[in-house]
């Protein structure tokens, strides 16, 4: 019973002198922080930056834990530990900190996303370049966090004994190993590689309008293993990242937003065509959607009992297309209507008196 109590009377101001020695570096730790947040703060008063907002608000809380961890990872080597408990006392502040830093880069990769957000604009008509930057952009992100969240998972790994006998032992089957893992995951490298070929080259971008699958819509996300293509109805339709290099597609908008459209209305014979072309670019004129580039009325096809006329006009993007093409169909048929009813399509039978 004496020795346990002597036993306890030594280790307690051990334990009070360690709890101090961690105590005052978690403080030394956040007071870092906080001083060099303020001085971040400071500086968007006096220079506004917004890389530096944009720091200030992304790193705040990956520091707050950062900066604490790693004083007091130095101040192990104060404490009077048991060389077995100070081994894995620092083996459990190591993870955290690999943790931490994980998502510190993590965090970085998004500011630097901020950045091209705040420096090209997307809403802007022609934004040809800004989609095919931020295209690149995503995957490269979507990329790059995967290695970290990796990369971290594995130094977590190995830091345990059990973990590194375990892989010293895989590496003795690595050669048939990796021909079954190649076979295995030959459809992810496949995924992965058709990833690095769309960000890269381009076939499709971020809202590009795509005709696919016998559906209109655009691109809304492209993952590492997947796309995702709105549809005009707010459906979402989800296709493989492969499928942009495997099978063909329309893409509207590969070039430029700037698209024609077409009206076709089947008419009788009788029906005068300079009329129609003043009527159409009457319309035109007074549709803001027209973009003043293409202007033409032409008889495309001859029928048995009607004539085909098309009505070509252009526009900004593919929804101003729509709705052109709407507003002067409906319009077009109404004037026809109205002045030219004899135009409209009929059906004639011819009867003849027999003797």
Known sequence: MDEIKEALAYQFPEFIHNLIIAVLALLTGYIIKVILWQVFYVSTKIWDSFVVKAITKR??????FFF???????????MNLDPAVRFEFKRIIGICIAVVFAFILINIIKVLEDYF???FDLSKENNLKERKLKTQLQFIRKFVISLIVFFTVAIILLSFESMRRIGAGLLTGVGVGGIIIGFAAQKSLGSLLAGFQIAFTQPIRIDDVLIVEGEWGRVEEITLTYVVVSIWDQRRL???ITYFIEKPFQNWTRVSSDLLGTVFLNLDYSTPIPPLREEFTRLLEE?????KRVNVVQVTDSKASVVEVRFLMSARNSSEAFDLRCYIRENMIAFVRDNYPSGLPKARVEFQNTP
């Open 287 to 291: 549709n803001p959607l027209w973009d």
């Open 238 to 240: 989800i296709l493989p």
């Open 59 to 64: 790193l705040n809380k990956p520091f707050t």
């Open 68 to 78: 604490p961890l790693f004083i007091l990872n130095i101040a192990t080597g104060f």
């Open 117 to 119: 957000y705040h420096r």
